[in-house]
């Protein structure tokens, strides 16, 4: 199997590159390196790589003829990111999809696109099964932003099934975590373990009661090559993720805890961090009886060996940081 994997070189691209090239696939990526680092995908052996963007049709057009199937996994992401930026986040989300969708299409390529448990949006549910009402903020709130451009992404895929029956199958994702997800764009884990490497307060946002369930990547893409691999998912759209409820505030106490670390914890209002009218889910839990039907998925990693991974992961990079004078991820 040839495939494509747009955002190849980020986290979790990264690691289905690995993955693919493992069980015998050939591998071409396609990214822009906006929030990916070749460094995630140098060492694996055969690969191709193409700094871009999804927006440049001609080189989607390329790359997809060459290939079997193709992995979209290229978007803005990260909450930091998003707010900072919302235009580039609405116009590469869409723009970018769009473009994907109309040469797989074109070429009747299976595709398989990333979402994200954001477009359930702040939901009344803390269970969220993957046809249930979204409810999504006010449009003036940049967060939303990504919800709604990951959600017309959905809209886009489901129309071109519907209209045109490109094979095509969407894969939300639940805080996916592991070893290469950096913390500059506000992702939790990797903030909490550089932090308490550190021996820095670990900044919890508001009262830290929050809760989310935590996702191992070495769990995530096995399930993504299942999905492409089977025809019967077609047209339809699977959560991906655990049900290992965690708070916040415990998730920090952890993680000083398996880092041996003197850090405290530090409560930060979200209005300090995000600005005025900043809204955060409060819990959030897939429901997985989908997924578990289509291809008998059951996560393995316990969150305690998820830390450890991370751990494990960013400790020599402080490391590297400390004697080169330079950034753990550049
Ligand atoms: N969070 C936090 N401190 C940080 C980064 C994040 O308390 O330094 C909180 C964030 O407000 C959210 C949760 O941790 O409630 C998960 O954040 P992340 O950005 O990893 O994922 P999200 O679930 O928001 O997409």
Redesign the pocket.
Known sequence: MRALVTGGAGFIGSHLCEALVARGDTVSVLDDLSTGRFENIEHIPGIECVIDSTMNQEIVRDMVRAVDVVYHLGATVG?QLVVNDPIHTIVNNIWGTEIVLEETCRYRRKLLITSTS?VYGKGSREVFQEDDDRVIGPTNRHRWCYAASKAIDEFLAFAYWREKRHPVVIARLF?TVGPRQTGRY????P??VTQALRNEPL????D?K?S?CFTYVGDVVPALIQLMDRSEVNGNVYNIGSTMRVT?EDLARRIIERTGSSSTIKYIPYEEVYGEGYE??RH?EPCLKRIQAAIGYEPKTSLDEIIDSVIADIRPRLHRQAIENRPAYP
Do not use: S
Not at 186 to 189: D, L, S
């Open positions: 909450v954001e805080n506000g992702m939790v884990i903030t909490f900044t919890v946002f508001g830290g929050q989310r916040i955060d889910m959030r």
